[in-house]
């Protein structure tokens, strides 16, 4: 906002579950261009806006509000941020392409969402825990996509499966928490290098460190890779782009959160 001279601020503000609905009531002053919302106020913030987009009815969540005349609209711009970073950074565009998605919480969610509205042709859904996988591969199918569930685990067998997945995948997203720092296991990588096809490319949606140990497993291998800090930005952008009418700097908003990632030591 700075850097296009726009008259705003972007500020953060912790809401407690019971004051939700008054601090969205506020937002609907003249001045206010609108929010973000993150964990855990996604889908609670729902019953207090006038109209949810598309988009964000798919996903039950909802990551930023305009306020247009005290109209408050609800969207989300996690799965097109995703899609808009991948586009833009590695030309990855789901139609048609075999995607596998590391992790079932809730991130695994709107990426099989984004990339089963970007037309993308099948999925494998590898986790820890089977079952959470199997109810991901049963919304793909419900949205008419092949999809298989495997596990994500060190034993042999779940070795070989994942490695079999691996070599047709078009696209690998890393949705658990594993290589984040202070995670429950900071310093592992859910596949190795010899598991990675050259051909692929791997997203990371672990931002901090930014270099994780996946991604540096992904670039031994020689695939072409993309960590999570720019779908941090670009659902940004998007959300940016929705309160003020103009372009985003995208360029100015990687470096800053760069930056400011590098700062924190990430
Ligand atoms: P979540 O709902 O808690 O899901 C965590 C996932 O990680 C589950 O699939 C879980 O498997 C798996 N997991 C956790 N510890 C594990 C371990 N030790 N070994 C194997 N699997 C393990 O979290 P989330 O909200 O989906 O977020 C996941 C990651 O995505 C986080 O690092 C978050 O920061 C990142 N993220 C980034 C962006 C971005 O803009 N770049 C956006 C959203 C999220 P189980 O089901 O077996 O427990």
Known sequence: MDHLGIDATYEKWEVTPEGVGEFIAGLRAPGSLGINITVPHKQAVIPFLDEVDEWATSAGAVNTIVNRDGRLTGHNTDGPGFLRALLVETGYSPQGTRAMILGAGGAARGILLALVRGGVSSLVIA????????????????????????????????????????????????????????????????????????????????????????????????????????????????????????????????????????????
Request: net charge negative; with cysteine; aromatic share 4%.
């Open 127 to 266: 986790n820890r825990t089977l079952e959470r996988a199997e109810t991901l591969v049963q919304l793909a199918k419900d949205n008419g996509v092949q999809a298989e569930a495997i596990s994500l685990s060190q034993d042999a067998v779940s070795y070989d499966a994942l490695t079999k997945a691996a070599a047709s995948a078009n696209l690998i997203v890393n949705c658990t928490t594993i290589g984040m720092s202070h995670g429950p296991d900071e310093h592992g990588t859910p596949l190795s290098a010899a598991q990675i096809p050259a051909s692929s490319i791997v997203n990371d949606l672990v931002y901090n460190p930014m270099e994780t140990p996946l991604l540096r497993e992904a670039a031994a291998a020689r695939a072409t890779t993309l960590g999570g800090l720019h779908m941090l930005v670009y659902q940004g952008v998007l959300s940016f782009q929705m309160w003020t009418n103009q372009d985003a700097p995208v360029e100015v908003m990687l470096e800053a959160a760069t930056a400011e990632m590098a700062s924190r030591g990430a």
